[in-house]
């Protein structure tokens, strides 16, 4: 992958939201590969390049080679936009995923505006702009989600059980 390569979080099942991904992907203009996920439709691997199933680690090091991520999915665990800001990577995503709204503010949407996604998305081919999103989410990410953060956070909910 170059580092300019988009990386979109799910597949075209509709849970997954992928498609929707996928056209928002389109408006950078760069090579797009998507995560490999359950029920995986066949014509997908005619359009996209897909990472296959790896362990945590592994996929951990793959993602830290794209520019910029896209998850416009149901929302679930939110890891993938967790994953892509450890890295500072932007990603844009809905609105209603914690971790997206928390960590990417810049790139979040409303759920289902995708004109507004791609709006985003060109954007991002403006290098101030991708600086911009790549340093806050990063340094949100040390303000939420560091081990140090998540192990306080862990004990203060403990001492309420």
């Not at 988009?6 to 995560?35: C, H, M, R």
């Not at 960590?103 to 403006?126: F, M, Q, S």
Request: aromatic content about 10%; overall charge negative.
């Amino acid at each position: 992958h170059s580092q300019n390569d988009i990386i979109i979080g799910g597949n075209w099942v509709k849970d997954y939201g992928g498609f929707d991904s996928y056209q928002v992907a389109l408006e950078l203009g760069n090579p797009i590969t998507a995560i490999t996920t359950g029920r995986m439709k066949p014509e997908e691997s005619q359009m996209l390049e897909h990472i296959p199933w790896v362990m945590w680690r592994e996929w951990i090091d793959i993602l830290s080679q794209f520019n910029v991520g896209v998850q416009l999915g149901t929302a679930a665990a939110g890891q993938f936009q967790l994953n892509t800001s450890f890295h500072g990577i932007p990603c844009i995503g809905y609105s209603n995923v914690n971790t997206q709204d928390i960590l990417h503010p810049l790139t979040t949407v409303e759920v289902g505006d995708i004109d507004n996604a791609k709006h985003i998305a060109r954007k991002l081919k403006d290098e101030k702009f991708y600086n911009l999103c790549s340093e806050t989410t990063m340094k949100r990410y040390e303000t939420f989600y560091t081990e140090e953060i998540f192990v306080k956070s862990v004990k203060e909910i403990m001492k309420t059980i």
